[in-house]
T-cell receptor, first 112, second 115 residues
Framework: GQQVMQIPQYQHVQEGEDFTTYCNSS?????IQWYKQRPGGHPVFLIQ?????EVKKQKRLTFQFGEAKKNSSLHITATQTTDVGTYFC????????????FGTGTRLTVIP | KAGVTQTPRYLIKTRGQQVTLSCSPI?????VSWYQQTPGQGLQFLFE???????NKGNFPGRFSGRQFSNSRSEMNVSTLELGDSALYLC??????????????FGAGSRLTVL
């Protein structure tokens, strides 16, 4: 079945350092979404990527969708304490079950 | 407009009991998905309903069931509870006529503890 893996599982950074999480799917995706879950909270939508090779930016966050539409990344420049939380990617397969499969998540800790 | 509402927020049950969780989606959203979140397994897809029909189902035993009403509100039920069912159960609604194609808006979740 479809699997979406994320690395790393945990990341501790000093405030001001950059952070990147990577998402890899076992199958080609029709789209990929990214969500952020603050500690004690629920996942909140950040962005959706649809096109092969697509790059989108939200202030300090840069999202990329791979050319083969099987991988994606989220890069945060100059992390702040407000970036703390778990970042999930979620992919929709092109064939078979058409629900969203969530990645395993990357928990980011920012040390002030 | 109001977000996704889940009730109850917290509940404690004992093994063998059953539980029903409720989810009211955003007004106008007809798709409701349920996820189980545990520290070790992340977000696991349970099922998705659209217009009162189960459109997709994850890999969970038959003890997990759900339904959707004509007003799009959804319930999920877990029978014969096991310790491993302790988790945060998240409901998410979407406009999506095509499953997985649109943004999910999550509720705050129902945290179930099984003793």
């Amino acid at each position: 079945g479809q699997q979406v893996m994320q690395i790393p599982q945990y990341q501790h950074v000093q405030e001001g350092e950059d952070f990147t999480t990577y998402c890899n799917s076992s199958t080609t995706l029709s789209n990929i979404q990214w969500y952020k879950q603050r500690p004690g909270g629920h996942p909140v939508f950040l962005i959706q990527l649809v096109k092969s090779g697509e790059v989108k930016k939200q202030k300090r966050l840069t999202f990329q969708f791979g050319e083969a539409k099987k991988n994606s990344s989220l890069h945060i420049t100059a992390t702040q304490t407000t970036d703390v939380g778990t970042y999930f990617c979620a992919g929709k397969g092109r064939t078979g079950a058409n629900n969203l499969f969530f990645g395993t998540g990357t928990r980011l800790t920012v040390i002030p | 407009k109001a977000g996704v509402t889940q009730t109850p927020r917290y509940l404690i049950k004992t093994r063998g009991q059953q539980v029903t969780l409720s989810c009211s989606p955003i007004s106008g959203h007809r798709s409701v998905s349920w996820y189980q979140q545990t520290p070790g397994q992340g977000l696991q897809f349970l099922f998705e309903y659209f217009s009162e029909t189960q459109r997709n189902k994850g890999n969970f035993p038959g003890r997990f069931s759900g339904r959707q009403f004509s007003n799009s509100r959804s319930e999920m039920n877990v029978s014969t509870l096991e310790l491993g069912d302790s988790a945060l159960y998240l409901c998410a609604s979407s406009l999506s006529r095509e499953a997985g194609a649109n943004v999910l808006t999550f509720g705050a979740g129902s945290r179930l503890t099984v003793l």
